[in-house]
């Protein structure tokens, strides 16, 4: 830490303060004389291929000039990842700093501890204001937080239910869509504030989640063009085990016509793991006011009618649902774009941008056609890494890179450093604010553990863990099969090279070449699986797999 960062620094004691930097001494505890603000700003399903900051073929055609903004302001993360790829474990570890066992929601349906000790109540405790808009997920009533208003469930586009404490939690209809409506609550509650107080704000949008539906002023946005298709669109799995072979989230096998795609024509007769669409595309539609269904069937009725008499081969339909899939999920991008505007609008208005900190991330990353692939669970790189933008003028300089691995454990420790906050309980991340300067620290982590455990469930990906070190990348598929795909237990390892190989296209775990690296990289794992007390998964050294 440079010590001009030192200024502006006033000395108090207490217990709940602990020392910002590494230069205090015994009991004297060193905070910032104004603590920070601090905004996460965490989207839902933000593949940073989708992002126009990191340059991705599909962003040249459909930028986000808002979202980029925090990058040019601030620092951009090349290795930001999660810990498990998927929404409710992400928000708990967000929470908590810990992993997905510890806090006990290892998968999307439940498991959260009521007891976990969570960021937002530190905060609250040592007088911040906290708030929380949009997407919650967890089976718990959200707590350390002064205010809330949150989706039910997943969140819908259209005329959405929010909840909030006046509520007494209950669901209510609110008429309008989903990414304005979030925003409108953040900034009202901005707005109403202890302007005495520093804050603490979660905005958190269901877009572009599934079923990527946009705002109707951008229905005919980018309809005219043709999205580039990823090399590996058509991937055939060679050199891969069963896992990517048995998944269910093809874009040619396992997008639905009519709740996906919106072809209401073909909202019938579907396969039996899809035939759950059917009825949630009907209430998809039904939540829209007359007013709403008329303009989405005005612009999507002649669309579909020309697609249906086009008689497309098998391989022009996958292109097709390609094309119709990346131009909802960039319209429903757009919006979130101008919204974040919007709020970065209001905060340089008001004066708030020099002593907050905004952080823009998504609950994980998704798949763009990559592998042919939607959704995200897997430890490939498109789903494991994550956007991630952090603007804070008072120790980021504009324009800022940071290659270091972080990942989503590390964003409790950093906000309650920023704040003086000491945590009760140990997390399992650590604080980035030592990255901010943009030097690299003498100590930083030199490998990410991952973990998914949501199987059996809806796309059939397979138990995993693995270690990457920002190179090489070793995934261990294991488990028992079980489920609709009546599949195989299985247990085996992938590695591959990221810097030859960064489609992973390529497992070289069985190549000599790279009998080095998967040994080190199997110890390292079998290290993390030790250290953080795993429970399932567990490597027996000695075996030979
Ligand atoms: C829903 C989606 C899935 C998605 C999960 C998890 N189906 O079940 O496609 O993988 O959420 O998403 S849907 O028909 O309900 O849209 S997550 O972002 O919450 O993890
Ligand atoms: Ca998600």
Redo the contacts with the bound molecule.
Sequence with gaps: MKNSSLNNLSVVTGSMLCALFASCTGNEKVVQSERPNIIHIMT??HAFQALSAYGGAISKIAPTPNIDRIAQKGMIFQRAYVENS???P?RATLLTGLHSHKHGQEI?TNGFKPDNTVFPELLQQAGYQTAIVGKW?LQVEPKGFDYYKILKN?GDYYNPEFATKETNGEYVREEGYATTLTTDYAINWLDKRDKKKPFCLLVHHKAP???FMPESKYYDLYEDAEFPYPDNFFDDYTSRGPAAKSQQMSIMHDMTMG?DLKVNELNDNLPPHLE??KA?WEKARARMTPKQLQAWDAAYGPRNKAMLEANLSAKELAKWKYQRYIKDYMRTIKSVDDQIGRLLDYLEENKLMDNTIIVYTS??GFYMGEHGWF???FMYEESFRTPLLIMYPKMIKAGSVCNELVQNIDYAPTYLALAGVESPVKMDGRSLVPLFSGDKPQEWRENLYYHYYDYPA??MVRRHDGVFDGRYKLIHFYGEGKGKDEGADIEYFELYDLLTDPHEMKNVYSDTAYKEHADRLRKELHGYQQDLDIVEGNLNLNEKI
Aim: proline share 0%.
């Design positions: 839902d399903d998927i929404s409710a992400s999307l997920h997943q989640h599934r079923n709740y759950w669409s949630d609950d994980q959704d995200k669970r809806i796309h």
